[in-house]
């Protein structure tokens, strides 16, 4: 039975865990710097055991999914201990920082960037849940640094959780994706903030809170340990895409404070169009 590793057991890697060991029948052993997380893995059969880094050389995958500024350090110290026929692959939402970092470790040819584009607002690994990859798209990056056979058993990983793949350069990867998933976080977080702020009454928000606040402010629960590290990796995006986000609500803000009626609706007409967008891609 081959031997899967599974480095941090929030959602993503505790949703992996479980997914590759039913559909592939791998033995599955965690490692996370959370005693409660290994824990709550076994209780729930996330994982079969808990392991080291100095158990590491027997691994066939090693999957790195911990929060994206500790993925370059661990990253590097998965690559000094593996075999020649490891896997490694990190799933992490930033992948400029760590295909730098890696790009010239002996060991390179074992590494895969990866970003599966699935996920909840929920995390820990009782947030982990079977087909969580289903019909996403998993966005890898530098594949032509990786070892044919390795980059073979990665797509076939890939195949298994009926992911599909996309190829990107890390740089475009994390322009476009500061754009459409971490602009998205940063809006829904201020959006609580803001409601939070103004409206003192809880009960109020409960009751008044309709789907649609609901279904903008779902993201703010996502964890803050996961995604401030992810901003700030990411920040030069990030600003970027804030920059032009405050520029339309200031412009929306004037149209509402002139009585600007038909800017308004023209404005509201015009980005309808994401309507059409959206349908394309399901």
């Known amino acids: 039975m081959e031997k899967l590793v599974v480095i941090g057991l929030g959602l993503i890697g505790g949703s992996l865990a479980i997914d590759l060991k039913k559909r592939n ?37 090693v999957i790195i999914a911990v929060p994206v500024d500790a993925i370059p350090q661990v990253a590097i110290q998965v690559l000094d201990l593996i075999s020649k026929d490891t896997l490694v692959f990190d799933v992490g939402s930033v992948k400029n920082e760590i295909c730098k970092m890696v790009s010239n470790h002996p060991n390179r040819k074992n590494y895969v960037a990866a970003h599966p584009l699935a996920g909840t607002e929920f995390s820990g690994p009782e947030a982990a849940i079977l087909n969580l990859f289903d019909e996403k798209v998993n966005i890898l990056c530098e594949v032509d640094k990786t070892d044919w056979k390795i980059l073979d058993k990665a797509f076939s990983i890939f195949k298994k959780l009926n992911m599909r793949i996309k190829m990107m350069s890390p740089e475009e990867h ?23 702020g103004i409206e003192k009454n809880e009960q ?40 032009e986000y405050i520029k339309n609500l200031i412009e929306f803000k004037e149209m509402i404070v002139t009585d600007n009626d038909e800017a308004l609706k023209e404005i509201m007409n015009n980005t309808n169009y994401i309507k059409t967008v959206l349908n394309g891609i399901e």
């Open 25 to 61: 029948g791998y033995e599955v052993f965690g490692i996370d710097a959370n005693p409660a997380h290994i824990k709550k893995s076994l209780e729930l059969g996330v994982i079969d055991s808990e392991i080291d880094f100095s158990q590491l050389s027997d691994a066939s995958i």
């Open 174 to 196: 994390d322009r476009h994706i500061a754009y459409v998933s971490h602009l998205s976080h940063v809006s829904s977080f201020m959006l609580g903030k803001t409601v939070l």
């Open 204 to 243: 109020h928000i409960f009751d008044m809170a309709s789907t649609g606040f609901a279904s903008t402010v779902r993201l703010a629960k996502s964890s803050a340990n996961t995604w401030a590290p992810i901003f700030l990796q990411n920040k030069e995006n990030i600003i970027c895409s804030l920059d």
